[in-house]
């Protein structure tokens, strides 16, 4: 008898442990992703009674009060995650409220709303303004902890940004130094306790601690928020780790999570579309799945999340029109092959010669029109290449005619004055030939704005907004820094050409130069790249 019942619990544990292994396929997992997707408004509509239940227990000529400030506080926590706008007004109002109520601790607890606000929208100079000069020595375990936790994504944020040395490796050094000062205060083997020890040793790239760290995340915790953080940090340590099953499966986990705790600022699903298209090569689902990802996006309305989906959402888009369209064709040609099998079939001998004599003569034309194309398009590539490389070079000859013809004046002017005809002399002055040096340069500008119309609008977005109102920008003409940089896209990169078709020295074209990408958002080596990346009207149609 005992040898049966062992046998009977041998078997039970193993069927146990099959299920487990079919229950988290991914392609099982799919099918359980999907019908949560199609339950989304289900958990979308908790949210909001949640929030409107929140909402209805607000006074009606709310006071500055404690307790005015906990119920603004809560409504945060329902929107942080959900809805960036109504998220941000919530967390300027508790900082109102905080500074008056003059709480130091309160003050803290806002400041900290406010960055993660600004985090989600990838606004890390403000984020970093906020907090700057917050001293949270002297306030409870429970700031101190939130404070060290948010600084530490803050950092962590700033280096996956970043992505450049030295930088990156210093932001990562910040953000453990953080983590380790909240570990310290945190309760040891609580769910907190071990997803910020998890994220620390990912970012120490101990990735087996930090697995098991987020692995007893996911068995301990209850809220479903924390389950899709920790489950995606688990698919990233899997992408580094190359096991793309297990990444696949944490993904989607993740998401199934996110969709439970109607979270719309997430990653996950973003993250699988991109991995079914670059790893899988499964289109369809991949673009399904990015399209949540910028719903989610879009009804979060954070520009940082937007950002990161619209990078990705294109490629997938044109995959799929690209996979369609070949579809389409192939059941094109295979209709056009079974008409042409039938004629054939029912055609007789004589109908068959005559369809192969028109079939020839068709095909001749074709071919005819087939080469006349390839020349036509032989004609417009070499029309393009001489008015890109060319274009330059039209108006640097314009200038050796103004330097010839200020030549010839002075040579005009010094004969005039030996034979002491004043008059001519005065047909001759300098003033004459700066006209024409402006004549010119009125000419460039006209005639590069037509074949550049955008570049002045293309140009100001590399400044901010501050340098745009002291540019100067007239319509129809450029600045002398707009023009150095029109000379650069048309191939003149020499400073020493630009300089003698501006009329200035080289060291001072290098000055205007540096001084432009000192002031552009885009980082000096950069800037003359994204000159060169403005489409001219040709490249455009």
Known sequence: MKRNHKKIIFIILFVQFVSNLQAERPDSMFVVLDKYITRCNYYTTLKERQIYKIKKELPANPTVSYDLLHHYSSLFEEYKSYKYD??????????????????????????????????????????????????????????????????????????????????????????????????ALIPKNTVEYWSVLGLMKMKQKDYIGSMDAFKVVLKESVDNHEDAIAASSLAYINLLTNERDEETINLIKAAISDIKSATKETVAMRNLATLLYQSHGDINQANKYIKLAMDDANFYNARHRKIEISSILPIIEKERFDSLERQRNLLLWMFLAVTVLLILFLGATLIIRKQLKKLNIARRIIQEQNEKVLLTNSELSEANKIKDKYIGHFFYVNYQYIDKLEHMYRIINRKVALRQFDEFAKMFKEADIQIERENMYTSFDQTFLKLFPDFVREYILLFPQEEISHMGIENGSLTIEMRIFALIRLGIIESEKISKFLNYSIHTINTYKTKVKNKSIIQNELFEQKIMEIKSIKSDS
């Open 86 to 183: 109504s998220a941000y007004v919530y967390a300027i109002k508790t900082l109102d409220i905080a500074n008056k109520l003059n709480n130091p601790e309160k003050i803290v607890e806002a400041k900290v709303r406010l960055v993660f606000c600004f985090l989600s929208s990838g606004l890390f100079k403000e984020a970093f303004d906020i907090v700057k000069d917050c001293d949270v020595n002297d306030l409870s375990v429970r700031v101190r902890i939130d404070y060290y936790k948010i600084m530490a994504r803050l950092y962590y944020d700033m280096a996956d940004y970043n992505g450049v040395e030295p930088f990156k490796l210093e932001y990562i050094e910040k953000g453990n130094q953080f983590s380790e000062q909240a570990i």
